[in-house]
C-alpha cells in the first residue's frame, strides 16, 4: 500500500512544474523517477508509479508536458497520439533533462536514485543516462535511441522493445546493440506500448517479463 499526492517542483531555470508522488509503506529502498509516454501523467503513468511504489521505491513521475500545456493527460486514441505528438515536439530535450534533475533530486532522500521510462520516457531515459547522475536506468520501448549513441550512459542501463512495434524496427534496435553490446537488450513478442493496460499492443506475458527484470535490475543496481 502506498501513499500519493501532486506536488510541484522547480527545475533549475525556474519553471516550476506538477509531479506525481508515490510513496512506499516504511522506509524507501530507494528513489525512482517514472518518465511518461506522450499521453502525459494520466492515470496509467500514476498506477506505473503506485505499483514501484508498492515495490518499495520513492516514484515520482514528473509532468514533462507542464513547460507546453500544464494538466495533460491524454487517452490512447488517434488523435491523443497526435496531439501528444505535438506537445513533445514543443519541449525541448534540454529542458526535459532540466526537470528529470529536478525529479531525481525530489526523491534523492531515498539513497540511490534509478529512472525508468516508457515510449517517449524510454528515450528520454537513456538521454537522462548520459547526462545525470542516475544508479541506473531502464528503457521501455524509446524510440529514437538509435540516433542519439554518440553519448554513453553514465550508469547501468537496461531496455525493453517488441519485436513487433511498428514504430522501432529491428535495424534501429541492431544499432543500439552494435553500439553497446554490453548492454542488457531484450525483445519480446509483442508491439510498442506493451507495458501498457490501456493501448491495443498490451501483451501480459511480456509485461510481466520485462517487470521482472526490470525489478531483478534494480535490485542489483539499488540494493
Known sequence: MSDSETV???????HSFAAYLSRPDGTPRAGLVVVQEVFGV?????????????????????ALFDRAERGVELGYGEDDLMRGRALRGAVEAEAVLRDIEAARAAVAEAGPTALVGYCWGGLVAWQAAAALDLAAAVGYYGGGIQDNLDRPPRCPVMLHFGDKDAFITPEHIAAVRAAYPELPIHTYPAGHG???????????ESAALARERTLAFFAERLG
Open 42 to 62: 494520466n492515470d496509467h503513468m500514476r498506477a506505473v508509479a503506485d505499483s514501484f511504489a508498492a515495490e518499495g521505491f520513492l516514484a515520482i513521475a514528473p
Open 194 to 204: 506493451f507495458n501498457c493496460d490501456q493501448r491495443a499492443d498490451y501483451n501480459a
Open 8 to 14: 510541484t517542483l522547480e527545475a533549475a531555470d525556474g
